[in-house]
């Protein structure tokens, strides 16, 4: 049996990242890309919970499983999962379970603010679901986003790599976004620096079949 996922980003630039993890590891696995920018755009101005209306129809018809790769707005789409009736998975969540499993200061890097607290939430929610307590910081790194939107990979990525190399008195790193994640392999940290789009994936493949 085919499996096949509904994938819902807010950034084109992820769909031949999740390509490639699906050609690496998960070869045969059918992935449909839905991509919505502006409802990140949304999330940043006026809140994640302002995009639940356009999140109900997008989810209502992809019909299927949907993984969300924004961690922006993961948390308020998989909380319309037991209306809709079909599961709603965010990238990030297998993510913050294994930071946490790795000590208990935790450091959140995100360069948007809005996914702060998003991500800062899922972290403590996995560290209460595991019994364990933890400490998070949290900080947006300045001037990474609009190298992103204009293209500058490059410098976007180096920029996240610097800051993750700057966090002192962690147990883990967690680069809050799946736009952050080609930066964990140029940091040059001791600090485990953990990314969402590869556990993200596997875990909802493996939560669908």
Known sequence: ???SLTLLHTSPV???VFDALRDRDHPGAVLRHLVVPELLDRARTQGPDSVVPALWTLLDGAGGPVLV?????GGVAESLAPELGVPVLRVDRPMAAEAVRTGPRIAVLATVESTLAPTAALVAEEAARAGRPVSITTR???DAWPRFEAGDTAGYLGLVAEAADAVTGADAIVLAQASMADAAPLATTATPVFSSPAP???AALGAVR
């Open 140 to 142: 947006v790194i300045e």
């Open 69 to 73: 790769t924004c961690s922006s707005i």
């Open 200 to 202: 993200g994936l596997a």
């Open 14 to 16: 992820h769909v031949p």
């Open 1 to 3: 049996m085919v499996t």
